[in-house]
């Protein structure tokens, strides 16, 4: 699956940031408990770990899903809903809880960009 048809099947924006500041914001959206993983788990997504299909189905394995089911399952299990500390919210507490979030990072990239003037 490309990253263009991943975009299209969620219907969640692309973001394409350096790794630095990726890192430094999910850590500090951690650490106020608006992501319930801690920032080094963004190192699977930003360095994943693969392994060639060719690989695998040489060594005698055969998928039970394909990429695009196992988005739409994904999808389908947090649809609608947000984590915070962990822990999964829906309806209007998510809407008020994405809402904090979007402040919570928008003066975390303020305070980036305050940081980096400094410098």
């Known amino acids: 699956m490309t990253p263009a048809e991943l975009v299209e099947r969620t219907g969640l924006a692309n973001v394409t940031l350096p790794a630095a500041t990726a890192f430094g914001a ?34 005698g394995w055969e998928p039970a899903w394909s990429s695009a089911q196992s988005v739409d399952v994904l999808m389908e299990g947090v649809r609608g809903r ?29 305070a980036i960009w305050r940081q980096a003037r400094r410098r």
């Open 26 to 59: 999910a850590e500090r959206l951690h650490r106020v408990g608006v992501l319930p993983s801690p920032a080094s788990d963004l190192a699977y997504v930003v360095h994943p770990w693969t392994v060639t299909a060719r690989g695998l189905h040489a060594a």
């Open 82 to 110: 947000m984590a915070l500390g962990g822990r999964r919210v829906g309806g209007r507490d998510a809407a008020a809880l994405g809402a904090a979030g979007a402040a919570v990072a928008l003066l975390g990239t303020a």
